[in-house]
T-cell receptor, first 115, second 114 residues
Framework: AQKVTQAQTEISVVEKEDVTLDCVYETRDTTYYLFWYKQPPSGELVFLIRRNSFDEQNEISGRYSWNFQKSTSSFNFTITASQVVDSAVYFCALRDNFGNEKLTFGTGTRLTIIP | NAGVTQTPKFRVLKTGQSMTLLCAQDMNHEYMYWYRQDPGMGLRLIHYSVGEGTTAKGEVPDGYNVSRLKKQNFLLGLESAAPSQTSVYFC?????????????FGPGTRLLVL
């Protein structure tokens, strides 16, 4: 069975600080996909990134970066120089390679950026 | 492109009433999904469809039915609403090709069952 764990329920940091959101996953599949979504206070789910299991290269997009490590089954998300607009709930999700391509979500991390 | 849209945005029902949530997508996606989001539980899959005329159960299907008569639409029905179905419902769609696995979500429907 697949499982995604986001152990940090809530995080608060002062604006301009860096913050890392942790994501640990479990799967028996050798091919899988990992995702991060952002849910701002307005409620919609915004896609941030997709990573394939066979591509362990880390990725940077502006102030966002992702560290994928298969050895520790982790896919952590770092925001550099945080801003108030980064305040949201962030979800990590896992998709296997078979059948319905269902996403298994973690329970989310609520990030609050204090001005 | 509007992407994924959901109707209605908010609804209040009394226990035992029925309703249908509509999801529409204009991205020509084959796969469509219905999730529910409850506090502290992330999103859980209710039903999904891998193509027009097909539906299948997800993780929490009890109390819901779905239909996919047209490729662009995916309907979620509650025949007899219960307070336990108070939740935020999200529809999503995706295209089943390698490199296009991302699911794109609608804005959500907030449902309150009294």
């Amino acid at each position: 069975a697949q499982k995604v764990t986001q152990a940090q329920t809530e995080i608060s940091v002062v604006e301009k600080e860096d913050v890392t959101l942790d994501c640990v996953y479990e799967t028996r599949d050798t091919t899988y996909y990992l995702f991060w979504y952002k849910q701002p206070p307005s409620g919609e789910l915004v896609f941030l990134i997709r990573r394939n299991s066979f591509d362990e290269q880390n990725e940077i997009s502006g102030r966002y970066s992702w560290n994928f490590q298969k050895s520790t089954s982790s896919f952590n998300f770092t925001i550099t120089a945080s801003q108030v607009v980064d305040s949201a709930v962030y979800f990590c999700a896992l998709r296997d390679n078979f059948g319905n391509e269902k996403l298994t979500f973690g329970t989310g991390t609520r990030l609050t950026i204090i001005p | 492109n509007a992407g994924v849209t959901q109707t209605p945005k908010f609804r209040v029902l009394k226990t035992g009433q029925s309703m249908t949530l509509l999801c529409a997508q204009d991205m020509n996606h084959e796969y469509m999904y219905w999730y529910r989001q409850d506090p502290g539980m992330g999103l859980r899959l209710i039903h999904y469809s891998v193509g027009e005329g097909t539906t299948a159960k997800g993780e929490v299907p009890d109390g819901y039915n779905v239909s996919r008569l047209k490729k662009q639409n995916f309907l979620l029905g509650l025949e007899s609403a219960a307070p336990s179905q108070t939740s935020v419902y999200f529809c999503a769609s995706s295209y089943p090709l390698r490199g296009q696995e991302t699911q794109y979500f609608g804005p959500g429907t907030r449902l309150l069952v009294l």
